[in-house]
């Protein structure tokens, strides 16, 4: 307990947002509740002398339906930079996450070499290892993906990008230490995804990304698209729920946190 400090508190009270944001938790009661257990226990041991660590405000933890002002996605410029400051292994996890949309979890677990065969045959691959709930889904991966794979098995040597001689925890400490030291988080990448998909789909920015506004977002869309509203909005919304699957949501609105 002599290592824990409030920034150490924070920094886990954001890796919950982070797993709240990817869908590992169905609401934001039981991140706040985890910090607030810190909270407590550090009390006891400093004999009331810790000062509380607030999951909202000093964590970022929200609810999970929200709608944010601002984007989370990590740039293309950012996450260029990241590629030439850290681990190989884990440049690849950043660029699988970024081209299928995977979280932290299924981008270790997956296996390029099979994902590649499948993606050559059929134009897209399947996700079954390390999904919420166990719900495998399938992805469209086209030239760029099959690029991502093939540079991902250049570092594979088992049956995952799980170092051969590492479990998936010791492996997930060193990735999140690196993310910690370099300042950057993994869920970026999902963001990322989710408004490059939106931008295939609808062939127009997110709302996030071009500032609109979620409430006037089918106006704009309609401005921008020159089509009637009627249209923007079942285009708008044919986008978000593509996405939402290929997330792994089972909810369309969770598209809010990555789209606004």
Request: hydrophobic residues 35%; positive net charge; aromatic residues 6%.
């Amino acid at each position: 307990m002599e290592r824990i400090n409030k920034e150490l508190v924070v920094e886990y009270g954001q890796y919950l947002q982070h797993q709240l944001e990817a869908g590992e938790h169905k609401s934001a009661s039981a991140p706040k509740n985890y910090v607030s257990a810190v909270n407590c226990i550090m009390k006891l041991a400093t004999h009331g002398k810790w000062i509380s660590v607030r999951p909202g405000s000093d964590c970022g933890i929200q609810r999970r339906n929200y709608i944010p002002k601002t984007s989370k996605a990590m740039t293309e410029s950012r996450h260029m930079a990241i590629q030439t400051d850290i681990d190989e292994r884990i440049g690849h996890l950043l660029a699988l996450q970024r081209t299928f949309g995977l979280r932290f979890k299924e981008s270790c677990l997956l296996n390029p070499k099979s994902a590649l065969k499948q993606a050559q045959k059929f134009g897209l691959i399947s996700v079954t290892a390390g999904t919420k709930g166990g719900r495998p889904r399938r992805i469209p991966c086209g030239a760029d993906g099959l690029a991502v794979l093939e540079q991902a098995i250049t570092v594979q040597d088992g049956k995952s990008m799980i170092p051969k001689m590492l479990t998936y925890i010791k492996f997930r400490q060193q990735c999140y230490a690196e993310a910690t030291a370099k300042n950057f988080n993994f869920h970026g990448e999902r963001h990322a995804y989710a408004q490059n998909r939106y931008q295939e789909i609808t062939n127009a920015p997110s709302p996030l990304e071009a500032v609109w506004g979620h409430r006037g977002r089918i106006t704009k869309l309609a401005e921008q698209l020159n089509i009637p509203e009627i249209e923007a909005k079942e285009l708008d919304r044919r986008a978000r729920l593509q996405i939402a699957i290929e997330l792994g949501h089972s909810r369309m609105e969770i598209s809010n946190a990555y789209l606004g």
